[in-house]
């Protein structure tokens, strides 16, 4: 492990591209892939220590951490590998990088690049080494990353951030800190370098729910399960303030029976990705991703949704991934190949120039309520093509009727809106030579998968979900005007364009047993039913654009003529301008 730059060339076997343009990838091209993040991380970590030598601390020095941190890797080399790449270490770089050059706040900046002492800390532990550092202390708290979090209890606790002792030896930490009175505070404790199973004999304290004033070791817990090389765990970080992929946040500790509900349906997740052969787009090892960060509930109450309503992934920290727990296996299983896809191809901008992007907002993305960029087209429709890949898999693999329906709208949809984007990415011609590969190789598989055969009601729906979203989409962005482009055709957008809910994607997986609403009447195939029920919505509001854009849909799928063709293509041309208030 060194920090020294040493240039050297990194090429990528042509056939490990192919396969990840194509959107899928084995584990040797995934393995690629963290190579290529190692070099990446190493030469941010050369940027950032040059950065930290000259800042005024009164921690340890940043030349001493790193000292102390190399001897560590020496002794232990895989464990401190495995640290120096953890995605929450990515997290903290990224943010110190940004600290530097003015562009992120947070805590003073000798706090946060007192991360690198925990880290040192965090190593000498692996390898057994002695050390003594002096580390920052948040409300008398110590993160070593990928461990747990050690706190001084009581003593410690109304400090705010201060300045701490961390001494190691033979794997025992002695931590020391300001007490109550202006005394001071210690303990001593033998974190366990091993991965800490939810329910695998924690002790009762630590199972009894968020951090309470007692609480002086609180371990990292792990998601595992018997993986086909071995068992394997993955962090379900609640506790590392680098986890949330952006600015530094604080512990949210689960509650005990949070953290087994996350374990019981990680383990059903982990079965409905059991896909046997192939490495295409929508399969997924479990044993690839790097940490699960939960996000919004640490408790079980109220009860979890059936989807997941939230979920993010960073470029800065290759594998991690924030979610908001489901209640469903399958939604679950969905995110974890969706997030890894984001994963993939960031790694992958790392390694090649794809696009000449302007980070102007002005294109159409089916699964977002506004305009996004180029970069953000090319990922959504990355992730989604591995979306589509998981459904078609789950098609495949249907055991009945109701399975086969639910299964076929979700591969239809989303196959149908990634090639949409596909294709809007290939006419753009902004694209490098590799990302006209990349890009190209997507629409092989997508055409492909648009040949194959989906139960009739279920591709019926799909169509119509994929038809309503991008019409509600430009009546609530596009301006209501027959010359409202640009010389370039770019739509010219609302000043007043608000954010707006998706509620029909997932309502049209699976149509109502007795439809009643206009939306239930469509998606049940019924359109004159869901024309009249629009209507009777449009009398109290005619510019409404949830009902507007249904009326639309409906009315092509009554008469497909040349007339409703031209009404789907700039639906905004009916729109009025929205409403006060």
Request: charged share 20%; aromatic share 4%.
């Amino acid at each position: 492990m060194t920090s020294e730059q040493r240039p050297s060339p990194f090429r990528m076997p042509e056939r490990l591209f192919a396969e990840l343009a194509a959107g899928g990838g084995s584990a040797e091209a995934v393995a690629f892939l963290e190579q290529g993040e190692r070099a990446r991380r190493l030469l941010l970590l050369r940027t950032l220590l040059d950065h930290l030598d000259a800042l005024p601390t009164p921690l340890t020095p940043a030349a001493e951490a790193w000292r102390v941190l190399k001897e560590a890797a020496e002794r232990a080399p895989e464990p401190v590998e495995r640290l120096l790449l953890a995605p929450t270490t990515g997290g903290w770089m990224a943010h110190m990088l940004r600290r530097v050059h003015g562009t992120a706040t947070g805590p003073p900046q000798w706090a946060e690049a007192g991360h690198l002492c925990a880290l040192a800390v965090t190593a000498a532990l692996h390898a057994g080494t002695e050390t003594v550092l002096r580390v920052p202390l948040t409300d008398g708290g110590l993160m070593l990353p990928g461990l747990g979090m050690a706190r001084l209890g009581d003593a410690g606790r109304d400090g705010g951030l201060t300045v701490g002792q961390a001494c190691t030896g033979r794997g025992e930490l002695t931590l020391t800190g300001a007490g109550r009175g202006g005394g001071t505070t210690s303990l001593t404790i033998r974190p366990t370098t091993a991965p800490l199973p939810i329910g695998g004999g924690q002790p009762a304290a630590e199972d009894s729910g968020p951090v309470g004033p007692a609480s002086s070791w609180l371990p990292l817990r792990t998601l595992t399960h018997p993986g086909p090389a071995g068992p394997v765990a993955i962090p379900l970080d609640d506790l590392d303030p680098y986890r949330d992929l952006d600015d530094p946040v604080p512990p949210a500790r689960l509650e005990g029976a949070e953290a087994r509900a996350w374990q019981r349906l990680f383990e059903e997740a982990v079965a409905v990705l059991a896909v046997p052969g192939g490495t295409g787009p929508g399969r997924i090892d479990p044993a690839a991703i790097r940490s699960v960060v939960p996000w919004g509930r640490t408790s079980t109450a109220p009860p979890a949704p059936p989807a997941v309503l939230v979920s993010a992934s960073s470029g800065d920290s290759f594998g991690a991934m924030v979610i908001a727990r489901p209640s469903r296996a399958l939604a679950l299983a969905e995110t974890l190949v969706h997030e890894f896809q984001h994963s993939k191809l960031a790694a992958l901008l790392h390694l090649f120039p794809l696009l000449d992007d302007d980070r102007a907002e002005r294109y159409y993305a089916p699964w977002r309520p506004d305009p996004r960029h180029l970069t953000g087209l090319l990922h959504g429709a990355y992730a989604f093509t591995g979306v589509a890949g998981f459904w078609r898999d789950r098609l495949a693999g249907a055991r009945d009727d109701r399975s086969a329906d639910e299964a076929g709208y979700h591969f239809a949809l989303r196959r149908l809106q990634s090639r949409l984007v596909v294709r809007t990415l290939l006419v753009e011609g902004r694209l490098t030579a590799q990302g006209r590969a990349l890009v190209s190789a997507l629409a092989r598989t997508l055409d492909g998968w648009l040949l194959e055969p989906v139960p009739p009601a279920a591709r019926t729906r799909a169509r119509a979900a994929a038809a309503l979203h991008r019409t509600e989409w430009r009546l609530r962005n596009v301006l209501p005007a027959p010359d409202a482009t640009d010389a370039a055709g770019t739509p010219r957008f609302r000043p007043d364009r608000t954010s707006w809910p998706d509620v029909r994607t997932h309502a049209f997986a699976t149509p109502a047993a007795h439809p009643r609403t206009a939306d239930e009447h469509l998606a049940a195939g019924n359109p004159a039913a869901a024309l009249a029920a629009y209507a009777d919505e449009l009398a109290a509001d005619p510019a409404e654009p949830h009902a507007l854009a249904g009326s639309i849909v409906a009315r092509a799928a009554l008469g497909p003529d040349r007339a409703s063709r031209r009404v789907l293509a700039r639906p905004e041309l009916l729109r009025q301008p929205l409403p006060s208030g």
